[in-house]
């Protein structure tokens, strides 16, 4: 049971953030044309949990009705509201709103909108933190640093829990997960998420430690149930199941303060009135009352009451000198590129494959913060690019997954929260798709809004030139490109794949690293030494001086370069510009092509509506019109799937004779 000191502390914390919600409601016109979120009547269960926990080292993972839990982790009232309201003054500057806050260095993991995401990353987070403490730093292993990940009911039903609960309980790491449940997702009521009474069956199934639901408004049983969970898993001798705690509850304001007036559409004003009688704050006066004469009476209580509500006010007079932002935000960490320590002298042939390999087993050498994961990699994945790396470093260094991107992602943002620099394969690119949402949403956005690096790379297969299908081969640059905050690189060559892929271990950004299927057993001359090639810088593969073939990856790099030797025989001059990266873009080095030879071929093997393609000829046309002779042309994929047959194939992607008759045209009219 609690001490009386703590019965006390929770009954201020209690009131502090009943008044604060409380404030927030009332005052949320002040906030337009934002919407405020509070979720009136669940703050037990945030104070009751967070209370139980140890603020110093332990981990939170919040849903967006966790304002009550962020103070008690030294968030302080005045950076919530600054949050709430977007000011310049708020930890990300104007970026997000509400709830949208977090802090690494205070072990909060940054909300998102996407619900169940912070559960999902916070478990990537928390391995990430005893994988430092013991490898890394190789301190303070008396502390068990627990996370405490929180959701409602409507979140139980996506697929970032389903991720959570799987990465929690393959790698038995030590996570209480808490579900708030309100019965209600926006407009929503429980019944449709779940049959049954309730959710812990669901938990039970993914091999969660599960509970007896708890009444979620009474403080001090959230309080002994969490406190129970979290000593037995710090306690555990050997790997212990992570938790799962029910909190039945009910929101009794509506889903954001803005429409609370509106709440009767999709619940009963008796419920609404039923749930208002069991206010938090009410029932633990009640409480203390009853069991704690000699620490808590009515002056007590009145003085508690008093300060809490003056604490708020006081709060709130702050907000008056926050100002609107007026400054946008940089989408990258500036890296100043990598520099060999001794410029690379041993250099032999070997294939693009063996070339990666090199890199990633010279990667973990040099850094042991680097840490590899993906289905099948420790015996070396399907395409063998990581093989014998689990012989040389074990399996705290490189692991299998679950057949999830979803859940490898999460778990590669959550490690990059902890300052580790994972490197996730994606067995075949096109299934990143799944992982999408939280590849862009959350790594693509982080240092714009926090200011923080978040180093990670995203490394695989992709692309054509062998018999297969859209879901093995499809390209997906175009789009991940688009949402920003993403380096993508396109190595060409063996030497490109080293040099580019033990720069992106350093960027410091997320770097998403676009392997050729195709390619791996093709070989080139590498250093065996480490050394970098810089990202967002283009090669002149072949000079030219009749017109530029602009492209990336090995594929139309090696069909661009012999299309470029073909038409030499014909007295055309082809220069062939291997980007190297989509994003940054060296546009420098396109213009300088393009300044040069007055034409522009640029081809790429995803489609070519709406690809990478368009956005190089849109930047041509705006900065070198007046030096074109011809209008800038596009090759790229037909409309349609890629196909299993090769023949199909060849009608499908840009081939070394498309290259040279589009090249005919342009410079003859042919
Ligand atoms: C992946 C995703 N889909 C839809 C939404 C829009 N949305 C915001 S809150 C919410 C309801 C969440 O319900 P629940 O998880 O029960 O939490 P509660 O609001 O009841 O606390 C929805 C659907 C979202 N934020 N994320």
Redesign the pocket.
């Known amino acids: 049971m609690p001490t009386p000191e703590e019965y006390l502390l929770m009954y201020r914390r209690l009131a502090e953030m009943t008044f604060f919600g409380k404030m927030l409601d009332e005052r949320k016109e002040e906030f337009k044309p934002l919407k405020v979120f509070t ?1 009136l009547g669940q703050e037990a269960i945030y104070v009751g949990a967070m209370s139980a926990a140890e603020s110093s080292y332990d981990l939170l993972a919040p ?3 966790s304002t009550c839990a962020l103070p008690i982790w030294g968030i302080t009232e005045e950076e919530i509201i600054a949050q709430y309201g977007a000011f310049a003054e708020s930890l990300y500057g104007g970026y997000n709103f509400g709830i949208h806050i977090g802090d690494t260095k205070r072990r909060v993991v940054r909300f998102i ?3 169940g995401a912070d559960a999902a990353i916070g478990t990537g987070m928390i391995d990430g933190v005893y994988y430092m403490r013991d490898y890394i730093d190789k301190n303070g292993a008396d502390k068990n640093p627990v996370l405490l990940a929180f ?5 139980m039903s ?1 697929a970032n829990i389903h991720s959570a609960f799987e990465m929690a309980s393959t790698r038995h790491l030590p996570i209480i997960f808490i579900l ?1 449940n ?1 019965c ?3 407009k929503t009521l429980t019944e449709f998420q779940n049959v049954g009474e309730e959710f812990s069956p669901r938990a039970k199934g993914y091999g969660l430690r599960t509970h007896k639901a708890v009444f979620g408004n009474d403080v001090i049983e959230v309080w002994r149930t969490v406190k129970g969970a979290l000593d037995q898993i710090r306690n555990a001798k050997d790997p212990h199941p992570p938790h799962f705690i029910e909190c039945n509850t009910f ?1 009794v304001s509506g ?1 954001n303060a803005h429409e609370t007036g509106e709440m009767w559409k999709y619940v009963s004003r008796e419920l609404k009135r039923e749930w208002e009688g069991r206010n938090p704050l009410e029932l633990y006066s009640l409480l203390l009352r009853s069991q704690k004469d000699e620490v808590f009476n009515e002056q007590k209580k009145a003085e508690i009451l008093l300060a809490a509500k003056e604490k708020i006010e006081k709060v709130f007079e702050a907000k008056k000198n926050y100002t609107a932002p007026h400054k946008l935000k940089p989408i990258f960490k500036e890296t100043s590129a990598a520099a060999c320590a001794t410029p690379p002298t041993t250099v032999r042939e070997i294939t693009y494959s063996a070339a990666i390999n090199e890199a990633l087993k010279q990667a973990m050498e040099s850094d042991s913060k680097v840490r590899i994961f993906g289905q099948d990699v420790q015996l070396g994945g399907v395409h063998g690019v990581t093989k014998d790396i689990f012989e040389r470093f074990g399996s705290e260094r490189i692991f299998n997954m679950p057949l999830d991107e979803n859940s490898i992602m999460a778990f590669a943002i959550g490690q990059a929260l902890a300052k580790l620099t994972p490197c996730a394969e994606m067995q075949f690119f096109p299934f990143t798709e799944y992982a999408l949402a939280l590849l862009t949403r959350f790594a693509g956005t982080h240092f714009s809004v926090t200011g923080e690096n978040l180093g990670m790379v995203v490394r695989g297969p992709c692309g054509g030139g062998f018999s297969s299908n859209e879901e093995h081969q499809k390209m997906i640059e175009a789009a991940l490109a688009h949402a920003g905050g993403l380096k993508i690189v396109f190595p060409s060559t063996p030497y490109d794949a080293k040099g580019l892929l033990l720069s992106a271990f350093c960027d410091g950004n997320p770097v998403v690293f676009c392997e050729q299927i195709a390619h791996y057993s093709k070989k080139g001359r590498v250093p065996e030494e480490m050394f970098y090639v810089p990202i967002g810088k283009a090669a002149v593969r072949k000079e030219g001086k009749d017109i530029s073939l602009i492209t990336y990856g090995a594929l139309m790099v090696e069909w661009a370069i012999k299309a470029a030797e073909i038409l030499q025989t014909k007295n055309i001059d082809a220069e062939v510009l291997d980007l190297r990266t989509v994003v940054p873009m060296d546009k420098e080095a396109i213009l300088a092509s393009v300044k040069k030879t007055g034409r522009a071929l640029i081809v790429h093997e995803a489609k070519k509506d709406f690809g990478v393609g368009a956005e190089i000829s849109a930047h041509i046309n705006e900065f070198a019109f007046n030096d074109l002779y011809s209008p800038v042309i596009r090759l790229g994929a037909k409309e349609g799937p890629a196909t299993a047959r090769m023949e199909l194939e060849k009608l499908r992607l840009p081939q070394i004779e498309d290259i040279v008759a589009a090249v005919k045209e342009i410079c003859n009219g042919e």
């Open positions: 979720g849903d967006h009705r909108s996407d619900m959701f409602g009911d409507g979140a996506h708030n309100n209600l997702a926006i929101r889903h």
